[in-house]
């Protein structure tokens, strides 16, 4: 069973999106499924998909990232996946410039993430994990700041 991640950007901005894990992990168990996101989307799309079970050894850790530059900060959306005996651990990070939630391992709805970009933006990142069955989707949304 996947982990599917969600990014809705209703900012101002057009996206460039860079997919990643570390360390490396064979291309069966994880894919990139988008490179840009518009702005002022309407409906969220599903950017990044890996798999919790198969390919995550009991006892190793991996980091999906999703990354992009937003009012002239980088940002990162991370999980974090640790193998256990019978499935994984799930744990997710915000990181804006210099700025972190740290590793979080909430369910549901998280706190919203504001931050003030170099451009002297202030935007919010929202984050809800959403059970799809077995595991929990990540679902993010990009606005600036009210």
Known sequence: MSTNIYVLNTSN????????VSPYLAPSYWSSLATSLPGFMIK???VMTFNRNE??????TWVFTT???L???VVLLQEQVTGTATSSKLKQSITAGSTSSGWQDFSGA??????TASNGT?????????LNGAYDDIHYGISIAP
């Open 122 to 130: 202030t935007y919010s990142i929202s984050w809800d994990l959403e």
């Open 13 to 20: 901005q057009a996206l460039v999106l860079g997919n990643s």
């Open 44 to 46: 969220e799309l599903e």
């Open 110 to 115: 998280g706190p919203a993430f504001v931050f």
């Open 71 to 73: 009012g002239g900060t």
């Open 67 to 69: 990354k992009f530059t």
């Open 55 to 60: 390919g995550i050894a009991d006892g190793s």
